[in-house]
């Protein structure tokens, strides 16, 4: 691609300047999913522990979930404000405006890749991590989020553009989404199954479930649904840049 | 030649965002018309069937008054925005020198805005660094690039934001108005930079308010004015079209100043106010503001500025003849009327006043209507707005028809000296000092 220098620096210089000017710096991307962590695992622990019983240990399974799902929120919340903070780059600068969406979602991309630092050995001293062929599955999840992830960003900062009610109507989606998607909770709960149909809608779900396969509970068994979301992501991708290319025109005037 | 920038019959036109722009989201996905929402209602045409060429090499100026579209020019030649009609096609790199340092980000140091807006540009990595150095030291800021830009004072922004634009070697360089970016030596530097581009060969296309530039720099130059292109060409001529342009509108508003400054007066005249006002001048003469007062036995009906030709007008040039013709009508018959005339600076500076009894000119008798002229041979002030006190009173002052600073006029000039007066005057020099052959001063 063209513009991999581009995107390379800025992903960088998106990274540097975030937490330049803080105390704890680079740190901040391993305290705050760690801090995360404890909040939750205290609450479906100790205070409702009821409704975790038999996975063991529970935070751990929790944050095979959050951790992706960090990356997908902080992601697409970015990406759609992109546009927008970028507009004196879009007005002022010949400058291909798809790249500030795509940069969003890799600098967040390598936040996730900081996480998984602490989400390992984690996983190894609970001798939950086999290094077996199962592992390979992790790239492929990884892949398909991403490409999931490309694909929202391009079309909400393109359209946030013109509706800016988008940034609003996002945040309460995606807390909405949180919740139906098996993060906190295991997909293999009684009362979850009940809703299999519902859950199976939700792309996320089968990303979450992917997650926890590989890295938590062993043997994935769910690559297929993996798979049919990659085809779909791609399809989704495709579709979110043709409307990114057909509003870019109209960026420089309305931004 | 082929052309390195070419325009052929180019609108663009800007949707006007007002109030309702989409009503909501909803409405737009309810009548799944995204697209077509996104068509404009009210529109505002920035560019109206432009076309021109710029040869290979040309340094090219766009003149015009704000909002005549320069800017819209350079975006479109810039590929920031597309033409509405018409087409725009440009041979080689360009680097657009629009808005300087756009890329900058506030938090991280000179050293890396560099690398990264140099990236943008279209550099590699490897070219920046080649060039680094040469672009710190052409900013000015070898001591401050590892600080972050957000300490850097708008000057430095600006120089580095220029620096890094000006390296990366483009084919057409598209300038607007930055030449304001620094002090003297930093703009000094900058044309350098820019005489050293057209040497080598390069287009560039400058969008600017200094005339002076143009017509020193331009090897061809172009006028637009409300998004129309008025005249193309040669630079001095399109310049001093432009200018007699700017020039008539001047006029207008001079017009309409003095009209509606004489406008009010006469309103405020009548029913004359309390005891002081109407009859008698303020108490203090140089502290009174515009204004109209008198008994009216002898009214001034009309006041008319002239120039050299006996044209009436508003803009006058320094040096050259100007009268004023006043107009003035008696009631009764009357025998004791002095005619006065006083010239302020926009500053209030009496610059001149005289009238008739000082100058021992006593007219015996006025009946009915008449006229005065007080022309003046060489109009001898500096650049600038000035005003005009007309009077007819009594000798001792007392006075029938005072006009108080009602009527604007302007003097122009090429001569950018300073002060009020301008006296005439010639240089001369011994023979030893020497003068650049060729130079025409007009």
């Known amino acids: 691609m063209r513009y991999r220098g581009l995107i390379q620096s800025l992903v960088a210089r998106d990274l540097k300047a975030r937490y330049r000017g803080s105390v704890l710096g680079f740190f901040w991307s391993f305290v705050n999913p760690l801090l995360l962590l404890l909040v939750y695992s205290f609450v479906f622990s100790t205070v409702m522990p009821n409704t975790t019983v038999g996975i063991q240990p529970y935070a751990l399974f929790m944050f095979c979930g959050i951790l992706p799902w960090t990356w997908f929120t902080a992601s697409l919340s970015e990406a759609t404000n992109s546009l927008i903070t970028g507009g004196n780059l879009i007005k002022k600068v010949l400058f291909p405006a798809e790249i500030l969406p795509i940069v969003s979602v890799l600098a967040n991309m390598v936040n996730f890749f900081l996480g998984l630092l602490i989400l390992v050995p984690g996983l190894i001293y609970f001798h939950k991590l086999h290094l077996s062929f199962n592992l390979l599955w992790f790239p492929v999840t990884v892949l398909v989020q991403l490409v999931l992830t490309l694909a929202l960003g391009l079309m909400l900062s393109a359209l946030t553009v013109h509706f800016r009610d988008i940034r609003d109507l996002l945040f309460n989606i995606l807390t909405l989404w949180f919740f139906a998607t098996p993060i906190i909770y295991s997909w293999q709960q009684d009362n979850v199954r009940k809703y299999k149909h519902l859950f199976d809608l939700n792309p996320f779900t089968h990303l979450a479930i992917s997650y926890q396969e590989t890295l938590f509970y062993g043997p994935v068994g769910h690559w297929k649904w993996l798979l049919s979301l990659g085809a779909a992501s791609v399809v989704l991708f495709l579709a979110g840049y043709w409307l990114f290319d057909r509003l870019r025109d109209s960026f420089a005037e309305a931004v | 030649m082929t052309p390195a920038i070419e325009l052929l019959n180019v609108s663009k036109i800007y949707r006007r965002y007002g109030g309702r722009q989409f009503?909501?989201?909803?409405?737009?996905?309810?009548?799944?018309?995204?697209?077509?929402?996104?068509?404009?209602?009210e529109t505002f045409s920035a560019l109206t069937d432009v076309s021109f060429t710029?040869?290979?090499?040309?340094?090219?100026?766009?003149?015009?008054?704000?909002?005549?579209?320069?800017?819209?020019?350079?975006?479109?030649?810039?590929?920031?925005?597309?033409?509405?009609?018409?087409?725009?096609?440009?041979?080689?790199?360009?680097?657009?020198?629009?808005?300087?340092?756009?890329g900058f980000h506030p938090e991280i140091s000179g050293r890396e805005n560099v690398f990264i807006n140099g990236i943008m540009l279209g550099l590699t990595k490897r070219q920046i660094h080649e060039r680094f150095d040469e672009i710190v030291e052409f900013a000015e800021l070898t001591e401050f690039i590892d600080a972050p830009v957000k300490t850097y004072s708008s000057g430095m922004y600006m120089r580095l934001g220029f620096a890094v634009a000006i390296h990366v070697d483009p084919d057409v360089l598209l300038v607007d108005e930055v030449l304001a970016v620094g002090d003297e030596a930093f703009t000094h530097k900058c044309l350098d930079k820019f005489s050293e581009f057209r040497r080598r060969g390069k287009t560039i296309l400058l969008v600017t308010h200094s005339l002076g530039l143009v017509e020193r720099f331009c090897d061809e130059a172009l006028w637009l004015d409300a998004g129309v292109a008025r005249s193309h060409g040669d630079p001095k001529r399109v310049v001093s079209e432009y200018l007699m342009s700017v020039e008539a509108s001047e006029e207008h508003l001079m017009e309409t100043t003095t009209a509606r400054a004489v406008a009010a007066a006469d309103e405020g005249v009548q029913p004359p106010p309390s005891e002081p006002d109407a009859t008698r001048p303020p108490e203090n003469m140089f502290h009174a503001t515009e204004g109209r007062w008198g008994a009216r036995e002898v009214e001034i009906v009309d006041v008319t500025l002239l120039d050299g030709d006996g044209k009436p007008g508003f803009i006058f040039h320094s040096g050259e003849p100007m009268s004023i013709q006043l107009k003035v009508r008696a009631a009764q018959p009357n025998d004791e009327v002095v005619f006065g005339i006083g010239i302020f600076s926009a500053e209030g500076v009496c610059c001149y006043g005289t009238n008739t009894f000082l100058e021992e000119m006593n007219p015996a008798r006025l009946a009915g209507d008449a006229e005065a002229t007080f022309a003046i041979e060489g109009l001898d002030l500096v650049e600038g707005t000035y005003k005009l006190d007309v009077a007819v009173h009594k000798r001792d002052g007392a006075p029938y028809d005072y006009h108080r600073l009602l009527y604007t006029f302007r003097v122009k000039s090429r001569t950018h000296d300073v002060g009020i007066y301008r006296p005439r005057h010639h240089w001369t020099f011994s023979p030893n000092l020497q003068f650049p052959a060729g130079r025409d001063d007009d």
């Open chain 2, 23 to 41: 009503a909501t989201l909803k409405s737009a996905l309810l009548q799944r018309s995204i697209l077509r929402t996104l068509r404009p209602s």
């Open chain 2, 54 to 102: 710029v040869p290979k090499g040309c340094t090219y100026g766009v003149i015009g008054p704000n909002g005549s579209g320069k800017s819209t020019a350079l975006k479109l030649v810039a590929g920031i925005t597309k033409p509405t009609t018409g087409t725009v096609r440009v041979e080689g790199r360009i680097s657009a020198l629009i808005e300087l340092g756009a």
